[in-house]
């Protein structure tokens, strides 16, 4: 067995930073992220924001009546153990004795997300479909969780779950496919194995930054020849294929069901991937189609708000009118690298030759955004159906809480300020996140709970 010296795991952990952060520069947080990450880093090197030990926590029967809370990320993001122990949620996992913070595709379809998220859950290998991986050209299992990390999860077991940006809309297709019984095996399966819905600057509607970064707007499918994120197609696939066991450890894509490895696919793969032929940016069988504002809408017009869960939606944003325009707001309060995008994005104007992405679009209502996200995509499920939601400024304007319905509240801020780096947001982190507990804990659910004493 090899020892390393802790200089020598360093340098490797910094070399793989480096070539993640530079694949992190192309798209959606930019260097933002990036940014943020090296801060976090660099305190992780002498004081964690989390446990040493990278091992998941599973729940089995017995360790208490209360229903886990699975945080759940969203583009670029990680789970529990990649990019040396570092925190998506900049430790607001911490807040709960039962919180999971699953690892799934960083860049894969909200689809493929789902179905992996189910598998992490209830444990198995991940089954894509056969319909949908021969449609995409994939394998059509993936990961194997040998152990499931809420095996018991059911209607009588219920689940909170928490998403960020496109990690909300993840949870919103997989309690579609539980409603559908969508997976092979498990015939018992029900809208009602999802307790509660908490969104973070949740992608509903799509965005209109997916073309300012170079989705075509015709379609909300296809890539524009030359673009921002077709750097970040080649950057991945050259990532993937060379496929170095130490970097895939540290931060993983999340595309090996496309086996894209130099191992199977050798140098014709390559080539053919990078020509657009194969592969998940030829098939759209990945993040962005999803992120557009069509691709919103095909997704949303299967998806249902079920009489039984209750949702509650944070809706972020840095952006305001002034004299007829929208423009930037504090300037000190947004992150300097996303300050260009909320400009971008409040003067976006769909082309006015294509036609516009629903019947009923208008530009303005799209301008005010945090950098990634439009505010109107985030405060609940809009197109092609309104769905049921109340604004709300105090939470105990929602209490009690009604199910069906999606409670919203607009908060200042840029995409990336509740994850991270905890120290950007302030006390507003923890205001947050202890009410996000707070109502998976006190309010959301179906039978009277049994609350630990020291849970508050």
Known sequence: MFRFSVAALQLLELTASSVVHLLYGFYIFS??????????????????????????????????????????????????????????????EKKDEKVLVPDLGSLTSIYDRARELFYYLKGGQVDYGEEHSKACGHSQFGRIYEQGHYPQWDEDNPIHFVGHSAGAQVIRVLQQMLA????????????????????????????????????????????????????????????????????????????????????????????????????????????????????????????????????????????????????????????????IRVLQMCNWRHPPDVSPPFKGYRDEEWWDNDGALNTISMTHPRIPVEHPSRFVVEDSECQPLQPGIWYYKIVEGDHILFIVNRERAGVQFDLIYDSIFERCRKHAFRKIPTMPDHVH
């Not at 933002?32 to 729940?59: M, T, Y």
């Not at 759940?72 to 993001?77: A, E, L, N």
Request: hydrophobic letters at 40%; charged letters at 15%.
């Open 180 to 339: 559908d019984k969508a997976f092979r095996g498990y015939e018992n399966t029900s809208e009602n194995w999802v307790l509660s819905v908490t969104s973070l600057s949740g992608a509903f509607n799509g965005t209109t930054r997916a073309y300012l970064d170079g989705m075509q707007p015709e379609d909300g499918k296809s890539m524009k020849s030359i673009c921002l994120l077709q750097l970040l197609r080649l950057g991945v696939i050259v990532y993937d294929w060379m496929d170095i066991p130490f970097l895939k450890y540290y931060y993983n894509f999340g595309f090996d069901h496309y086996n894209m490895s130099w191992k199977k696919s050798g140098l014709w793969g390559l080539a053919d991937r990078l020509l657009g032929n194969s592969g998940p940016f030829a098939s759209g069988d990945w993040i962005l189609p999803d992120l557009t504002i069509q691709g919103s809408l095909r997704l949303n017009s299967h998806l249902n708000t079920f009489p039984s869960t209750y949702y509650f939606s944070y809706a972020t944003k840095r952006s305001r009118n002034f004299l007829g325009r929208t423009l930037t707001s504090n300037v000190l309060g947004i992150h300097p690298l996303l300050f």
């Open 31 to 92: 260097s933002a992220v990036a940014g943020d990450l090296s801060l976090a880093l660099n305190d992780f090197l002498f004081k964690s924001n989390i446990e040493p030990s990278i091992r998941e926590e599973q729940f089995v029967n017995g360790d208490n009546d209360l229903p886990p809370i699975v945080l759940v990320h969203g583009i670029f993001g990680f789970g529990k153990g990649r990019l040396g122990g570092l925190s998506y949620f900049a430790g607001a």
